[in-house]
């Protein structure tokens, strides 16, 4: 049994630039959630899909922005990239309100230079 | 906003001896919470919960205990084995709030 898959593992991109990062939820899951973790924090909640629809956002800016598809699967997308995106972005799935539930992922791994 | 906070950034403990990873919370409303560990190059996977109306869970090795009038949360893990050097994340979350805050992380590491 699958459990949450994320493309790319790792990704370098330039200042400015946009970018989208993709989720694969577990096998019955019907939410996605994502997350960013800086270096030596821990994670920061962005937002969490739900039946194609976001449901609740963190604080974080509306350059970032999500999808979540018919089949679970998400994507995060990250536009005019800043210096300070650099991170690990996980994705974490989960059946609705089921906050004890989540599976990671392995995450992907974003530097912007 | 920190309102889960781990004040250890790393922790060493000899095998078969305890570990005892601290977590403190600042907002008196979240009532659930839950302990992750982390592997390199892995993501993080849940370990052990515990509700705001409980003073304790154990499962295992692992015992979580909750003050809610201190807002902290401490993790014991006994016996401490090598295999469970990772990096502890305490997590809070409020309800069905899916904002679940996360501390910094404490790295333990479990000498042979």
């Known amino acids: 049994d699958a459990g949450v898959t994320q493309s790319p593992t790792h990704l370098i991109k330039t200042r400015g630039q946009q970018v989208t990062l993709r989720c694969s939820p577990k096998?019955?899951?019907?939410?996605v959630s994502w997350y960013q973790q800086a270096l030596g924090q821990g994670p920061q909640f962005i937002f969490q899909?739900?039946?194609?629809?976001?449901?609740q956002r963190g604080n974080f800016p509306d350059r970032f922005s999500g999808h979540q598809f018919p089949n679970y699967s998400s994507e995060l997308n990250v536009n005019a990239l800043l210096l300070g995106d650099s991170a690990l972005y996980l994705c974490?799935?989960?059946?609705?309100?089921?906050?004890?539930?989540?599976?990671f992922g392995s995450g992907t791994r974003l530097t912007v230079v | 906003d920190q309102q889960v906070k781990q004040n250890s950034p790393s922790l060493s403990v000899q095998e078969g001896r305890i570990s005892i990873l601290n977590c403190d919370y600042t907002?008196?409303?979240?009532?659930?919470f839950l302990w992750y560990k982390k592997y390199p190059a892995e993501g993080p996977t849940f370990l052990i919960s515990?509700?705001?109306?409980?003073d304790k869970n154990e499962d295992g090795r692992f015992t979580v205990f909750l003050n809610k009038s201190a807002k902290h949360l401490s993790l014991h893990i006994v016996p401490s084995q090598p295999g469970d050097s990772a990096v502890y994340f305490c997590a809070a979350t409020l309800g069905n709030n899916n904002d679940m805050r996360f501390g910094a992380g404490t790295r333990l590491t479990v000498k042979p």
């Open positions: 515990i509700s705001s109306i409980k």
């Open positions: 907002n008196s409303m979240f009532d659930y």
């Open positions: 899909y739900y039946e194609e629809e976001e449901r």
């Open positions: 096998s019955g899951h019907d939410t």
């Open positions: 974490a799935s989960s059946l609705v309100d089921r906050a004890y539930g989540y599976t």
